[in-house]
């Protein structure tokens, strides 16, 4: 079956980096597209940013410039790495495989002020 597991996550502070990473297994990893998202007490889930199997990026526009997604086939993980954190970034964030509409458990990122 498949399985995201997200690691990477902790408390920071403001102007930090953290490196989230998220391993699959269970499915054929290099040929699925899959995006980071993030929920913040409150507030509705977001994408934050994705990578598709080719390589291509997109990412919201509140992280432009500050975070990175990027994938290691070979490894059946992807990576977000966030740097100039600032404390609306906290969130618990989660990786998404779209093809088949399946979640991590996802991965609490706390940024202090």
């Known amino acids: 079956q498949v399985q995201l597991v997200e690691s990477g996550g902790g408390l920071v502070q403001a102007g930090g980096s953290l490196r989230l990473s998220c391993a699959a297994s269970?499915?054929?990893?290099?040929?699925?597209?899959i995006g980071w998202h993030r929920q913040a007490p409150g507030k509705q889930r977001e994408l934050v940013a994705a990578i598709s199997s080719g390589g291509s990026t997109n990412y919201a526009d509140s992280v432009k410039g500050r975070f990175t997604i990027s994938r290691d086939n070979a490894k059946n993980t992807v990576y977000l790495q966030m740097n100039s954190l600032k404390p609306e970034d906290t969130a618990v964030y989660y990786c998404m495989l779209p093809a088949v509409d399946y979640w991590g458990q996802g991965t609490q990122v706390t940024v202090s002020s």
């Open positions: 269970g499915i054929t990893f290099s040929i699925h597209g």
